[in-house]
C-alpha cells in the first residue's frame, strides 16, 4: 500500500437563517442560532479524537456576539483554522458584480481577524461557486487556498431536489438554477491542484507568470464521484447504518487505492438529531436521533483518523507546498 496522502477535515459552519432561507422560509432572519448545541457537539466528537479542523465562517455569524461566543468553543481543539465562507452566504456568487464579491470576501476576512485573532487564508463559496472574480480577491488577499469545487456526478440531481423543496421564487430562483454546477463539475480534478490566478494585483510579492492558489475540492468517490461528505452519510445512515458505514469503508479505500488526498466536509446538523430543532427536522439527513447520529459520526471519524493523518486545509495545502504561495498581508 503507498504512503497515505495528507488529509483535511473542514466544516461549513452554516447556520440555521442560512438553510431556512435556501428554503424559502419567511422567518429567516428572525430564527435563533443552533451553534451553540452544534459547536459543543462537534468538539464533544473530535476533541477525543484529537482531529484538528478547517471551519469556514460566515461573516454575518460574527457579527453577533452569542455566535462569537459559541464559536470559541473551538479553541479547545488540538488545532482548528478560521477561513472564510463569504459574508451573507448567498449561493449564487457567479451572479454578483465585483464590488459585491470583494465585499462578500472582504467583510468577512477583516471579521474574522478581529474576532478570531486569525488571519484566514482560505475559502469556499456558498453553493459551491467560484468564477473567476473570485480568484483574484483572493489573490489579492494573499489567500492559500480556495475549496469551492465539488466534482460530483450527482450536481444536477442535486439542484433538481434543491428547486423541487425550495419555496424560492423570481429572481432568485432564477439565480438558484445556477447552483452546484452541471455535469461539467466532473470534469474537476478529485484531488487538490493549482489554480493560475488571474490579474494578479500584488505585483510586489507575485510574480506574474507565477501566481498561482491551490484548489482543494470536496472530495468525492473516485470513478463514479458520488458524494462522500458527511451531510451525505447521515442522509444515507437515516434509512441504514450499515449501507452507510460499507459506502464510507468502501469509499476510503479507493482513496487510499488511489493516491486521492481526501478532503471531508462537515455541516452543523451532522451533530444535530432530530428532536433538536423542529424547523431543522424536514431536512435531508435530520432523520436521525442525536445519540445515533453521534454515534455514527463517531464512528467514521474514528475510521478516517486511523488511515489518515487529518490536518486542517491549510496545514494540508502546505504539505504540498512547503513554502507559501502568496505572502499575505
Ligand atoms: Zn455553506
Redesign the pocket.
Known amino acids: 500500500m503507498r504512503q497515505c496522502p495528507p488529509a483535511s477535515l473542514s466544516l461549513?459552519l452554516?447556520n440555521k437563517w442560512?438553510y431556512l432561507r435556501a428554503a424559502g422560509r419567511e422567518n429567516w432572519e428572525s430564527c435563533d442560532s443552533y451553534f451553540s448545541l452544534a459547536i459543543s457537539n462537534i468538539v464533544d466528537v473530535l476533541g477525543p479524537l484529537g482531529l484538528p479542523l478547517t471551519v469556514?465562517l460566515?461573516g454575518r455569524d460574527l457579527q453577533r456576539d452569542d455566535d462569537v461566543q459559541s464559536i470559541s468553543a473551538f479553541d479547545s481543539l488540538s488545532k482548528w483554522e478560521a477561513a472564510n465562507?463569504s459574508l451573507n452566504?448567498l449561493?449564487w456568487m457567479h451572479t454578483m458584480n465585483d464590488d459585491e464579491i470583494e465585499r462578500e470576501i472582504g467583510g468577512t476576512h477583516d471579521l474574522i481577524v478581529s474576532k478570531t485573532g486569525q488571519t484566514p487564508v482560505g475559502f469556499?463559496g456558498?453553493?459551491f461557486s467560484c468564477p473567476g472574480e473570485v480568484l483574484r480577491v483572493l489573490g489579492m488577499l494573499g489567500y492559500q487556498y480556495d475549496a469551492s469545487i465539488f466534482p460530483t456526478s450527482m450536481a444536477p440531481i442535486a439542484r433538481a431536489v434543491f428547486l423541487a423543496r425550495t419555496k424560492l421564487e423570481g429572481e432568485q430562483r432564477e439565480k438558484a438554477k445556477k447552483l452546484y454546477g452541471g455535469f461539467a463539475a466532473m470534469r474537476n480534478p478529485n484531488w487538490p491542484y493549482l489554480r493560475a490566478l488571474p490579474c494578479p494585483e500584488r505585483s510586489d510579492t507575485l510574480d506574474a507568470a507565477e501566481a498561482k492558489i491551490w484548489e482543494v475540492p470536496v472530495t468525492v468517490l473516485p470513478f463514479l464521484r458520488t458524494p462522500i461528505h458527511f451531510s451525505y452519510l447521515t442522509f444515507v445512515a437515516g434509512y441504514s447504518v450499515a449501507v452507510a458505514k460499507a459506502y464510507f469503508r468502501t469509499a476510503l479505500m479507493m482513496c487510499r487505492l488511489f493516491g486521492t488526498a481526501p478532503s471531508l466536509l462537515l455541516?452543523p446538523p451532522d451533530f444535530l438529531g432530530c428532536e433538536d430543532d423542529a424547523d431543522m427536522a424536514y431536512f435531508p439527513g435530520m432523520i436521525m436521533k442525536r445519540n445515533a447520529k453521534l454515534e455514527f459520526m463517531t464512528w467514521a471519524l474514528t475510521l478516517y483518523s486511523q488511515q489518515f493523518a487529518v490536518s486542517t486545509m491549510h496545514d494540508q495545502v502546505c504539505q504540498f507546498s512547503p513554502q507559501p504561495l502568496a505572502s499575505h498581508a
Open positions: 461549513d452554516d442560512a469556514f460566515v465562507h452566504h449561493p469556499r456558498p453553493g455541516h
